[in-house]
């Protein structure tokens, strides 16, 4: 009954209004953000086709329609190269003076250009910048509307079979909503990139283990990630770890330590993660 009034809330024209009484709500520990140690993903309660539904969707564009605005603001400099400690367009502009050709990138699971419109805003030739964002059939039908002035921002339902060198690919806050994260990695270190830049990491000293997440009033699966076995994963595939960095989140608007007060000790993770891993040259 809990979630279902959760839900209703966050469905209803008046959401806005109601935010502070869920944050409320987490800090007297009365809502938790996550709930539930499991042993495998089947286990772990989860609401069908979240990432397609109403909630998120609607969130997802609500933030592409923010940055489009921002990028279109005719400041010096724009509105939407705002860092907020995000490394993907650093690690862009670095690489980009030595790219032969345009710098390719792959984001999984970039939504509708949350990191595309904060890189492009951030250096100096734009136009140089090929991105393929992998999402969801929703997501990628939307975002080809709203950001179709972007002719060489891509969308794709499918890893893209590309025939030109992959200089990045990026994962930001998305990996851990996949059952099988350590073949996602493979799939990411099979284009063979240049960097792989995963941001926004559920990982730290803990143990590796699955959640349910409260999105909205919905669960959805998730892992948190021993940061170690992570990285022995990623050098495993030919990488190399060159800069990390702690992430702070901002939940429910509002930003500091992940409220998992009701967890364990051994199992709470304050802060996320960026990890940049480099390809070993043979």
Same mark, same amino acid.
């Given at each position: 009954?809990?979630?279902?009034?959760?839900?209703?809330?966050?469905?209803?024209?008046?959401?806005?209004?109601?935010?502070?009484?869920?944050?409320?709500?987490?800090?007297?520990?009365?809502?938790? $953000?996550?709930?539930?140690?499991?042993?495998?993903?089947?286990?772990?309660?989860?609401?069908?086709?979240?990432?397609?539904?109403?909630?998120?969707?609607?969130?997802?564009? =609500?933030?592409?329609?923010?940055?489009?605005?921002?990028?279109?603001?005719?400041?010096?400099?724009?509105?939407?190269?705002?860092?907020? =400690?995000?490394?993907?367009?650093?690690?862009?502009?670095?690489?980009?003076?030595?790219?032969?050709?345009? *710098?390719?990138?792959? =984001?999984?699971?970039?939504?509708?250009?949350?990191? %595309?419109?904060?890189?492009?805003?951030? &250096?100096?030739?734009?136009?140089?910048?090929?991105?393929?964002? @992998?999402?969801?059939?929703?997501?990628?039908?939307?975002?080809?509307?709203?950001?179709?002035?972007?002719?060489?921002?891509?969308?794709?339902?499918?890893?893209?079979? *590309?025939?030109?060198? @992959?200089?990045?690919? #990026?994962?930001?806050?998305?990996?851990?909503? @996949?059952? =099988?994260?350590?073949?996602?990695?493979?799939?990411?270190?099979?284009?063979?990139?240049?960097?792989?830049?995963?941001?926004?990491?559920?990982?730290?000293?803990?143990?590796?283990?699955?959640?349910?997440?409260?999105?909205?009033?919905?669960?959805?699966?998730?892992?948190?990630?021993? &940061?170690?076995?992570?990285?022995?994963? $990623?050098?495993?595939?030919? %990488? #190399? *770890? $060159?800069?990390?960095?702690? %992430?702070? #989140?901002?939940?429910?608007?509002?930003?500091?330590? *992940?409220?998992?007060?009701?967890?364990?000790?051994?199992?709470?993770?304050?802060?996320?993660? #960026?990890?940049?891993?480099?390809? $070993?040259?043979?």
């Amino acid at each position: 009954m809990k979630q279902k009034i959760i839900e209703t809330i966050f469905s209803s024209k008046g959401s806005s209004f109601f935010s502070p009484w869920i944050r409320f709500l987490i800090s007297l520990g009365l809502l938790n $953000v996550w709930e539930g140690i499991y042993p495998s993903w089947e286990e772990a309660p989860e609401d069908g086709n979240v990432h397609e539904g109403d909630i998120w969707v609607n969130k997802t564009t =609500d933030s592409a329609q923010k940055s489009l605005a921002e990028y279109r603001s005719r400041e010096t400099v724009s509105l939407a190269s705002l860092t907020k =400690d995000y490394i993907l367009s650093v690690a862009s502009g670095m690489l980009l003076p030595s790219a032969e050709n345009d *710098l390719c990138i792959i =984001d999984f699971g970039g939504g509708m250009g949350a990191s %595309y419109l904060p890189l492009i805003a951030s &250096i100096p030739h734009p136009e140089k910048v090929e991105f393929h964002i @992998v999402e969801g059939k929703t997501i990628c039908e939307r975002g080809q509307k709203i950001l179709e002035e972007f002719s060489k921002l891509h969308f794709h339902t499918q890893f893209p079979k *590309l025939i030109k060198p @992959v200089d990045i690919v #990026h994962a930001g806050s998305s990996i851990q909503y @996949v059952k =099988d994260w350590k073949a996602l990695l493979t799939k990411f270190t099979d284009y063979q990139p240049r960097l792989l830049v995963l941001e926004d990491l559920m990982a730290g000293s803990i143990p590796s283990f699955i959640t349910t997440q409260n999105y909205y009033g919905k669960n959805i699966r998730s892992w948190f990630l021993n &940061i170690n076995e992570l990285i022995e994963e $990623v050098e495993a595939l030919g %990488y #190399h *770890l $060159v800069y990390k960095s702690r %992430y702070t #989140h901002k939940i429910i608007n509002k930003t500091g330590p *992940l409220p998992m007060k009701n967890f364990p000790m051994r199992y709470r993770l304050n802060y996320g993660s #960026h990890l940049i891993f480099e390809r $070993v040259k043979l």
